[in-house]
């Protein structure tokens, strides 16, 4: 298994353009901005725009970077004209998409419920353009293997964001206070969130900037006929990608509008803030995900590709098990990056983190469709995980409020991993022998409900506890799979 190695060391390396800048964006950044935001409408606002940044970058990418993996490979391609292709063809929608929320602007802000905020729509759709034009810059460093440069440009462009935040939220205001000059004509303390967007905006213009050597190093050859085959073949992981995400946005977009303009802004912020500790667990499936998925393209023509698959998400599942446990048993640590009057809502945490986990399973179990040219099915199954997400929101969230939204996520994602190993079994069947997994998944959701109901007294006995819980499960682990031992004899 060095190939596995090879995997496991390449993750690692993702993790410092992932796992690193997202964790510095939630450690420093989620408390700055709860506290510099004592509104939680503010924050509200900040959580509803970039759940519609993420529900965009689905549309303006339209599975190129997938389509861009799937035609590399293939023996019969000239890899050259298929990242041209690929960067040509995102290149010029993502003009016309900048184009035309310029162009409809005022209908757009009314829209999107912000008719007085027309500058941040502007912002947003810039931001939203460059990130998708550079997607396929991003996805040729992963399939040359350079996670170095990759993750060194992410982590370039969280700390340009981070710093351009706190100068324009903290320190831009005294020096407001302070000024009589030219800085009073240029600054306004009272757009706020606003900077946020500006911030960002300046962050993606830098990483476009610095990504210009891989992107002009192409030769600029476009096929129409390429081109035709890898939006169809990309189309359904647009149509899937797009249903995936409205699972995961749905209810930062719904709460808002069924809950009433300000309360909902209130509550989503309220939402956001935990749902982002929730959501630590996404990180680590997004790591994964950068290097697995050149991984899993590159390993398929082997003969033991199944077998391959099936360690692998074994290793997977265990270890995402434990971060799942370090993020529940520590959460009383954890919670308080965010001020006290943004903590009620952290009963979310333990349900949110779960659901990623079941989401990173799909994503790994995923590969049967995309390397058998089978995506029309990645529809199938994300249509009904959407289904579930709209029902369960729109029905429950009058009684329930933002716990039915967390609760649609385990739901819409525990539906999609079982459509998907049904229909694998016709397909591509995989032994990956998931019976084996259930005890570990009741011992980690059993100790999460004990300490989430468990008196413990004081907090360093909470923590004692909760250390030797987690200790008993990676032991428990340990002596069932011995996964570490046979990670390393292979």
Do not use: C
């Amino acid at each position: 298994m060095r190939d596995v190695r090879k995997l496991a060391g390449q993750t690692m390396i993702y993790g410092l353009g992932t796992i690193i800048p997202r964790f510095l964006h939630y450690a420093v950044m989620t408390p700055f901005y709860t506290r510099i935001f004592t509104d939680t409408s503010d924050y509200g606002i900040i959580t509803e725009m970039y759940a519609w940044i993420v529900l965009l970058l689905v549309i303006l990418t339209y599975g190129m970077e997938t389509g861009f993996f799937r035609f590399s490979q293939k023996q019969d391609e000239d890899p050259e004209k298929v990242y041209s292709t690929a960067l040509i063809s995102l290149m010029i929608t993502s003009m016309l998409f900048v184009i035309a929320v310029n162009i409809f602007i005022r209908p757009v802000a009314s829209l999107m419920n912000y008719p007085d905020n027309t500058g941040y729509i502007r912002m947003f759709a810039g931001i939203v353009a460059i990130d998708a034009f550079t997607a396929i810059p991003f996805a040729r460093l992963r399939k040359e293997n350079k996670p170095l440069i990759f993750s060194l440009i992410k982590l370039i462009n969280v700390f340009v964001t981070i710093s351009l935040v706190i100068f324009l939220l903290k320190i831009a205001p005294a020096v407001w206070e302070r000024s009589d000059g030219w800085f009073r004509s240029i600054y306004n303390p009272e757009y706020k969130v606003g900077y946020v967007f500006v911030a960002n905006l300046i962050s993606s213009g830098v990483t476009l900037m610095i990504l210009m050597p891989v992107i002009l190093k192409a030769r600029l050859l476009f096929s129409s006929l390429l081109w035709h085959r890898m939006v169809a073949y990309s189309f359904p992981l647009l149509l899937a990608g797009l249903s995936g995400t409205i699972n995961d946005v749905l209810d930062k977009v719904i709460l808002r509008r069924m809950i009433g303009e300000e309360e909902g802004l209130a509550i989503l912020g309220k939402y956001g803030a935990a749902y982002k500790i929730g959501v630590l667990m996404a990180l680590f499936i997004q790591m994964f995900r950068f290097a697995a998925e050149p991984f899993f393209f590159e390993r398929a023509r082997d003969a033991d590709a199944k077998e391959t698959y099936a360690f692998v998400m074994k290793y997977f599942v265990l270890t995402m098990l434990v971060i799942f446990l370090v993020i529940n048993l520590y959460l009383s640590v954890i919670q308080n990056i965010v001020p006290i009057h943004y903590q009620e809502a952290m009963a979310v945490v333990p349900i949110i983190s779960m659901a990623y986990l079941l989401y990173g399973i799909y994503v790994n179990h995923s590969i049967w469709y995309k390397i058998n040219d089978m995506t029309v099915y990645a529809v199938y199954i994300s249509v009904t995980g959407v289904i579930i997400t709209v029902l369960i929101n729109i029905l429950l969230i009058p009684v329930y409020g933002y716990m039915a939204s967390a609760w649609a996520h385990v739901a819409a994602y525990g539906t999609m991993i079982l459509m998907s190993f049904i229909l694998a079994r016709k397909y591509y069947r995989v032994d990956y022998n998931v019976t084996r997994y259930i005890p570990y998944f009741m011992i980690a959701i059993g100790m999460v409900i004990f300490s989430r109901t468990f008196k413990y007294g004081s907090l360093p006995m909470e923590l004692l506890i909760n250390t030797i819980l987690l200790g008993i499960f990676v032991a428990y682990t340990q002596a069932q799979d011995r996964i570490l031992n046979v990670f390393i004899r292979r």
